[in-house]
């Protein structure tokens, strides 16, 4: 994991929550979206300590939110759960005012479900060997979350983002019909399927011709 990485998107969001929770105890920070493990990092006992450490300005840090204390008892840092569910990455993503959206999706029973979070909260982890996600539920609220695994060790917990808070959800769905519409058309297309055609027989000439 790339702790760099986890600076770069609190300093970007200016907001530092720095957390202690585990056992051993442990420090996860994060923007509140998404907190990583910072077991190789020093400890912060304030939020003055990571601006002077990581070089923000006493101009900058005025619009910071920062928030210390303990991790919330409703997310799970063991490393393994009996209860949480393998997800997948979906390879797709989608570009939607300004925020790069990643899908994820794992199996509930008999049902597929599906998480949607900021493609820039997977940062830390982009080029990690022996990566995987999988899926817990909040202790007493049930909502899901999403960790992030290197080997064994749980080293991310990063929160879906609630499309209902989006007032232009409904546009974003539209959008994504009319392109979906528009590629199925595009691969139908007879032209394609001429130029596909013409461009066999050449190569079919050019082959008697190497002869």
């Known amino acids: 994991m790339k702790y760099s990485k986890v600076i770069t998107i609190v300093k970007k969001s200016k907001r530092l929550y720095i957390l202690t929770g585990g056992w051993p105890l442990v420090q996860w920070m994060g923007d509140g979206g998404c907190l990583w493990c910072m077991a190789g990092t020093p400890p912060l006992e304030n939020a003055g300590e990571f601006f002077t450490l990581y070089d923000v300005s006493d101009r900058?840090?005025?619009?910071?939110?920062?928030?210390?204390?303990?991790?919330?008892?409703v997310l799970d840092t063991a490393n393994q759960t009996a209860e949480e569910l393998e997800a997948e990455m979906m390879?797709?993503?989608v570009g939607w005012h300004g925020?790069?959206?990643?899908?994820f999706q794992y199996r509930a029973g008999d049902s597929v479900r599906h998480l949607?979070?900021?493609d820039a909260y997977l940062?830390?982890?982009r080029?990690?060997?022996?990566?995987?996600?999988?899926?817990?539920?909040?202790?007493?609220t049930g909502l899901p979350y999403l960790c992030a695994k290197e080997g064994f060790e749980l080293v991310g917990i990063i929160l879906p983002i609630d499309l209902e808070e989006y007032p232009s959800t409904g546009e974003l769905k539209n959008e994504l019909e009319e392109f979906t519409f528009a590629m199925e058309a595009e691969l139908t297309?007879?032209?394609r399927a001429r130029a596909a055609e013409e461009a066999n027989q050449e190569s079919i000439f050019s082959?008697?011709?190497d002869a």
Do not use: I, M
Not at 60 to 73: D, Q, S
Not at 99 to 103: E, F, P, S
């Open 189 to 191: 297309n007879p032209r």
């Open 99 to 103: 925020t790069v959206l990643r899908c």
């Open 123 to 125: 940062e830390p982890v």
């Open 91 to 93: 390879t797709v993503t």
């Open 60 to 73: 900058a840090e005025k619009n910071f939110y920062t928030e210390t204390g303990e991790l919330p008892a």
């Open 127 to 140: 080029d990690a060997e022996y990566l995987s996600y999988t899926v817990r539920e909040a202790k007493t």
């Open 207 to 209: 082959q008697g011709e």
């Open 116 to 118: 949607f979070v900021r």
